[in-house]
């Protein structure tokens, strides 16, 4: 596992212990077209799609600290953009800000973490949060994209899972059509000003369909 493995074997154990007390999170992954929103089975090489995670507390109790890992296999068949997500924390939506971020690099857990604690320390019945993530697909072959819920209360020395999701998609070759034109670059800048705001309208166009 990518995971520390002593991590790991204690969440799950506390997961089983404590099954009867927490109940009914969920959460789910899966990739989508830029620009069409709809779900992707093979995406070109240097392609860009968006990564969705959507994470629920649709039980009774009150989750403490939730997070949510999201990693890739092959690690790098897929980069991740950071600088360019945007959460949607019950319908109040954010862009990432690097000195203060949602989502972000872990080198202890060895993955991505979509750190919903970041809006309130606690995720109440009904509450949800959504991740958008652009990315870039590097490499050809099965890709996929896998999410872990957690909470971490307090009184206890590691995460509890609650619920784990994945997707996978294929990577392909595709050919590249001649350009009768050159086109000028965008100064430096403005390509994150425009992904969030097409990030921003998928969220109104198609994200909202995802909700019970």
């Not at 629920?56 to 939730?66: I, K, V």
């Not at 949800?128 to 870039?136: E, K, M, S």
């Amino acid at each position: 596992m990518r995971k520390p493995a002593a991590i790991f074997l204690m969440a799950i154990l506390l997961t089983l212990s404590l099954a009867g007390a927490v109940s009914a999170q969920e959460v789910d992954v899966f990739v989508e077209d830029m620009e069409t929103g709809e779900l992707v089975d093979e995406a070109c090489v240097g392609s860009e799609v968006l990564v969705n995670v959507w994470a629920f507390n649709d039980g009774n109790e009150t989750l403490e600290d939730p997070a949510v890992l999201v990693y890739v296999e092959p690690e790098m068949a897929l980069l991740l953009n950071p600088d360019e997500a945007v959460a949607d924390f019950n319908g109040n939506v954010f862009i990432n800000d690097p000195f203060d971020p949602f989502f972000y690099w872990d080198d202890d857990f060895n993955s991505w973490v979509f750190w919903i604690g970041w809006y309130d320390y606690f995720m109440d019945p009904d509450d949800y949060a959504g991740l958008f993530v652009p990315a870039t697909v590097t490499q050809t072959g099965e890709i996929t994209v896998y999410a872990e819920f957690y909470e971490w209360p307090e009184q206890f020395e590691f995460p509890i899972l609650l619920a784990e999701d994945s997707y996978t998609f294929y990577g392909i070759e595709c050919p590249v059509e001649p350009s009768a034109a050159t086109v000028p670059m965008q100064k430096t800048g403005t390509p994150l000003a425009v992904a969030a705001l097409g990030i921003l309208s998928l969220i109104g166009g198609v994200a909202y369909s995802k909700l019970r």
